[in-house]
């Protein structure tokens, strides 16, 4: 591959780039894609317009560019909160760092590597690239110190980065710790393995073990219930129901079923309309009844304490003598909860993460089979040699540079579309507790399965049989990487173009919520902006790509420099795309707490550990001694440097400090706000909510004979509650025919009659309209 097949690709991309956000500038401002590119800011202001055809929207203009530019770190925190302001840290941090590596190796590494041999070189065009790579240096060569100082350079610029931003975003955590407010996870303990007895619920077994062990600190519990999908949404229905017939036939005023809809548009759901509020909130039919009798107790329960130390010392203490009874771990916070998680038993969980390690690396071997086809298609004598009726097409100097310049990256990333869904699917299969601990377990396995084919598998290229080969001998492994590593320059070089620029594209035009709201428009018919759900950040497929290629510029720099500026270009790109994903796209449903900055800091010390392994093999093959010996001790600071690092930062991203919880606890007394953080812990974590199982319990039963009062009627929303997949709204058609079947299954036949007619129940009581009537 010469320079002109590199700028072949690079020309594509950038076409394809210039297109798809030209295309973007015109998409966002049609008010038929508000739901699709402002879903997170959604408003009427955003979503019509006066002037339909305005000239303007049809006009690219780089509006959002400037706004992502000027948009400053408090605004995204608040927006999207700790997360966002991290994964935009690690994008800032790249682009520091690579802004050093493109000075440093385009002034002092790439002449040496260019003219490295004596040879009459081309005009640059029809050069080949391994002449500016450290192939193209003789062996025994006194300018190999200008890559071991080049090396040197990038690894403590990189170092002293990375120790601020650890130290920063530490800070920053601490931060979010101490000055929001009261945060109920704090006070919440997650207890699962509950033991079995024959004689007590599980909730009295609760009630029991805590008030004995823990008597001067526990406050209350609240067990979780085993329900799975099905039967919750027939649960749900069965009691909207009971609530629908008490408030028909049991209250004077009867109520009336008129057809709503939004903005005028004509619904087949149904308003219940209620005159007494007070009627309904003291029926005797919602309080008595029994919880636990319609819901599956399973063992394990949210214990909530009177203190944040109370619940933290519970939490990393051993509560029995047999570790796999009474498991104790700090709650997540409420909206966090992944519920259906819960319930498995806890003796299972190792036997699941052997399992999915096992698919894992099963997917692994599996994926073999387009790495070695994407290889294949690189190396064009051999391409030639198995498909000899390609010989005539590829001798065409466009196809040849198309089929070994672009088509191999195309086709890898193809391919890799299907790994974060199956990593995501792993990580819950795990056992989970969290959402935000199930995407950050899915971001390493993501990252892992990237790094290894993109990297390692491509680099030792050939059939499987000689991939596995290569690793016969450990010791040869420097070696190895020195020698293929080079050679994968251009293939590299081409992912970061196709894989970065246009995955930047593709993700600021949002084509596939594109495609689905042009079908929901003019296929089904919907012109509802409000009922799409905006998504949350998917972190744990963007995280892994920026940490990707941040290893690639690594592990090239001194290697093969031409990929730097290309690299610089895509991280440059992902600063403002990204920005303007968080204001307008993305939702904050829930958060780790900037969990994943850890991971960005040990794989970038692997990165450079990896890329100085691979400098000490080139030096060892080019017999330059003195390089060599220098590298050496580099390898050994940048360990001792991580490991100082994982001492100071790391553990407070593990657990709270004492002192300022402790702190946090006296303030929270003196200014008496305990009180008011009690009263909210016995419904937030509610596994089920206002819409379902209040309508009937009148609230969560805390385990200490009191029952909380129910929540403010004219603020519940309309739709059915699940408590993996959250809101589900009713005007949505999927949940329409769920919602009917459910109805119809439910109800005896004569209760259906009173229903005829109708897809769903839309529950929503509302005091002025049915006093007006």
Not at 655 to 675: F, H, Q, S, T, Y
């Amino acid at each position: 591959m010469n320079i002109s097949a590199l700028l072949t690709s690079a020309g594509i991309n950038t076409g394809v780039c210039l297109v798809l956000l030209s295309l973007y500038s015109i998409l966002r401002k049609q008010p038929s894609n508000v739901s699709v590119y402002f879903g997170r800011r959604l408003a009427p202001v955003c979503s019509r317009r006066s002037d339909p055809f305005c000239f303007e929207r049809f006009v690219p203009s780089p509006s959002w560019i400037v706004k992502a530019w000027e948009t400053s770190e408090e605004e995204i925190y608040g927006t999207g909160g700790m997360d966002a302001v991290v994964f935009l840290r690690i994008v800032v941090f790249s682009i520091r760092i690579f802004s050093i590596a493109v000075i440093i190796c385009f002034f002092l590494v790439l002449p040496v590597n260019y003219y490295g041999q004596e040879m009459r070189h081309k005009k640059i065009p029809s050069e080949p690239l391994e002449v500016f790579t450290i192939e193209n240096v003789k062996e025994g060569s006194k300018w190999l110190w200008a890559h071991c100082l080049a090396l040197y350079i990038i690894t403590c610029s990189a170092c002293i980065l990375l120790y601020f931003e650890y130290k920063s975003i530490t800070k920053m955590r601490l931060e979010r710790i101490t000055r929001s407010p009261p945060n109920p996870s704090h006070f919440t303990v997650l207890i699962r393995a509950i033991p079995r007895s024959s004689q007590e619920t599980y909730s009295d077994s609760v009630k029991n073990f805590f008030t004995k062990y823990h008597s001067s600190s526990y406050l209350s519990h609240q067990m979780v219930y085993r329900c799975g999908r099905v039967q919750k949404l027939m649960s749900d229905a069965e009691k909207m129901y009971m609530i629908f017939k008490d408030a028909s036939f049991e209250q004077n005023c009867k109520p009336s079923l008129m057809q709503r809809g939004l903005c005028g548009a004509p619904t087949s759901s149904f308003t219940i309309i209620s005159s007494e509020m007070d009627n309904v909130r003291g029926k005797s039919g919602f309080i008595h009844m029994d919880l636990a009798k319609i819901e599956k107790e399973c063992a394990a329960a949210f214990v909530f304490f009177k203190t944040r130390y109370a619940a933290t010392v519970t939490a990393e203490v051993l509560q029995a003598s047999n570790p796999m009874l009474w498991v104790t771990d700090l709650a997540p916070e409420p909206h966090d909860v992944y519920w259906s998680n819960l319930c498995i038993p806890y003796r299972q969980l190792w036997i699941r993460k052997i399992g999915t390690l096992m698919a894992a690396i099963a997917f692994v071997l599996v994926f073999l089979i387009p790495i070695t086809f994407v290889q294949g298609l690189t190396q064009l004598d051999q391409l030639q040699q198995t498909f000899p009726f390609l010989r005539g097409l590829l001798k065409k100097k466009y196809m040849n540079q198309l089929v070994t310049g672009y088509l191999p990256s195309v086709i890898l990333i193809l391919a890799l579309y299907t790994v974060p869904p199956i990593m995501m699917l792993f990580s819950a299969v795990e056992g989970s507790i969290s959402r935000s601990g199930r995407k950050k377990s899915a971001c390493c396995k993501v990252l892992y399965f990237t790094i290894w084919n993109v990297f390692f598998v491509n680099v030792f290229t050939g059939s499987v049989i000689s991939q596995l080969n290569v690793f016969s001998s450990v010791k040869d492994i420097p070696a190895q990487l020195a020698k293929a590593v080079p050679r994968q320059a251009r293939f590299f070089t081409t992912y970061v173009l196709t894989s970065g620029w246009a995955s930047l594209s593709c993700e600021v035009v949002q084509v596939f919520a594109l495609f689905c709201n042009l079908v929901k428009r003019f296929i089904l018919r919907i012109k509802d902006d409000f009922s799409h759900c905006p998504l949350s950040f998917p972190y744990h497929t963007e995280v892994p790509r920026l940490l990707l290629f941040g290893f690639l510029g690594f592990t090239c720099s001194i290697l093969t420099p031409l990929i730097l500026p290309f690299l610089l270009i895509y991280f440059a790109l992902a600063y403002l795309v990204y920005k303007n994903q968080i204001l307008n796209v993305y939702i904050t449903k829930y958060e780790s707490g900037g969990q994943f900055w850890p991971i960005a800091h040990n794989t970038t010390i692997f990165s450079l550990v990896l890329s100085q392994i691979i400098a000490l093999g080139v030096f060892g093959i080019k017999e330059s001694s003195v390089a060599s010996g220098f590298t050496i001790p580099l390898i050994i600071c940048t360990l001792l440097f991580n490991e100082y690092c994982r001492q100071r930062f790391l553990p407070t991203f593990k657990n709270n400090a004492a002192e300022v919880l402790i702190e946090m606890d006296r303030k929270d007394e003196l200014c008496g706000r305990m009180e008011e953080t009690y009263r909210d812990l016995h419904t937030v974590y509610c596994q089920f909510t206002a819409t379902s199982h209040e309508l009937c319990r009148c609230g969560c039963l805390n385990h200490r004979g009191d029952v909380k009062s129910i929540p403010n009627w004219e603020k519940l929303n309309p739709g059915l509650i699940y408590p993996t997949l959250g809101r589900l709204p009713l005007p949505g058609i999927k949940l329409e025919v769920i919602g009917w079947l459910s109805l119809f299954l439910s109800f005896s036949g004569k209760d259906r009659s009173q229903l005829k007619g109708s897809l769903t129940i839309h529950c929503n009581l509302d005091i002025e309209e049915t006093s007006k009537k």
